[in-house]
């Protein structure tokens, strides 16, 4: 959402540059965005803009979880958390 790109495209680009944190990067790269909504031509950002951006999010979803636990008084019987990716089908 805030590249304005497609969901195809975000999905890509995650698996491609997934870092959760900017100070894993080795090089700066830049990459082509193809898929800009408001824009004829291609966007060029930083690798660590994406990175950036991703890190955010992964900030924002732990401390939602963290939240909802907490409010739940789940929190203290809770030792280990795995996240995996829902399966289910896009929302149009």
């Known amino acids: 959402m805030v590249l304005n790109i497609s969901e195809d495209e975000a999905e890509k680009l ?13 090089n700066d790269n830049e990459i082509i965005l193809n898929t800009c909504k408001d824009e004829t031509r291609s966007r060029v950002i930083k ?6 951006i991703m890190e955010a999010r992964i900030e924002e979803m732990f401390s ?11 929190k203290s019987r809770i030792n280990n958390v795995i996240l995996t990716r829902s399966r289910h089908s896009k929302h149009k």
């Open 14 to 26: 995650k698996r491609q540059y997934g870092l959760a944190l900017k100070s894993f990067i080795d």
């Open 64 to 74: 939602i979880i963290n939240k909802d636990i907490t409010n739940q008084g789940l």
């Open 47 to 52: 690798s660590s803009e994406l990175i950036e």
